[in-house]
């Protein structure tokens, strides 16, 4: 199976899907920042992803069947590109649906104590990762929180509020596409599309995946999931009146 036939098996079914049953006005709010938050978010995921999985494949971190891809441009297969968009669209679109079906308006408040322990979480994870760097076996997971914990410390320093008030539908939206996302990629890694380095991985695995890529896949969704709602909620203290907007 080449990584084309994985998209379009296993990415693009479900980006359909979501698509065919979203509620109008889009995810349940209308306006333009439903209408922007998709390609924005995949245009700042693309930007913020492409040097940093360039470097991957550089350092031999993870690699790609030579026969499995349409052609590369740096180092990274042009399906991979294509990937850091369709993870974005199939998130999001699963949020949208999911913020379409609530009722409740929220609270948005966050007390001090909380802010300052997610920046403390945050601040620690982004220093663990970088520390993990100096080990070989480590340097797969210390990339991945290195580069994404200062991001998802920023959403929380900033929306802690929008988020703690949204914590339902923000779990569902980052543990199901997570999970499916876990599922293909397990399928993707048995028929050889791509590699990933034992001698730069921990060597745990959850449930056959490395454990590097499950937690990949869990950051990579939650920067999603908080993106799109800081961007649709923050400042509006409840959904009610942001379906008034526009």
């Not at 709010?29 to 040097?51: C, E, K, Q, S």
């Not at 699963?94 to 802010?115: D, F």
Request: charged fraction near 10%; include cysteine; charge should be positive.
């Amino acid at each position: 199976m080449s990584y084309f036939v994985f998209h379009l098996l296993f990415v693009l079914p479900p980006i359909l899907f979501l698509a065919w049953i979203q509620p109008q006005p889009l995810a349940g709010v209308g306006g333009r920042r439903a209408w922007l938050g998709l390609p924005l978010i995949a245009v700042v995921a693309f930007i913020y992803t492409t040097p940093w999985d360039n470097y991957l494949v550089w350092r031999k971190v993870w690699g790609y069947g030579s026969d499995r891809v349409l052609g590369t441009i740096g180092y990274v297969p042009i399906e991979e590109y294509l990937f850091f968009i369709l993870q974005c669209i199939l998130t999001g679109l699963w949020l949208y649906w999911l913020l379409g079906r609530q009722q409740k308006s929220t609270q948005q408040t966050a007390s001090p104590v909380l802010r300052v322990l997610l920046l403390v979480v945050g601040v620690t994870l982004s220093v663990a990762g970088f520390l993990m760097l100096r080990s070989p076996s480590t340097v797969y997971l210390g990339l991945i929180l290195a580069w994404a914990a200062p991001v998802i410390t920023l959403q929380w320093v900033i929306g802690a509020a929008t988020l703690q008030a949204m914590q339902r539908i923000w779990l569902i939206a980052t543990v199901v596409p997570t999970l499916y996302l876990w599922v293909i990629d397990r399928i993707a890694i048995g028929n050889g599309i791509w590699q990933i380095s034992e001698m730069y991985t921990t060597g745990l695995q959850l449930f056959g995946l490395p454990i590097e890529e499950a937690i990949f896949f869990l950051v990579t969704n939650i920067m999603v999931v908080q993106g799109l709602l800081l961007l649709l909620l923050l400042k509006l203290p409840k959904i009610a009146a942001i379906a008034s907007v526009d």
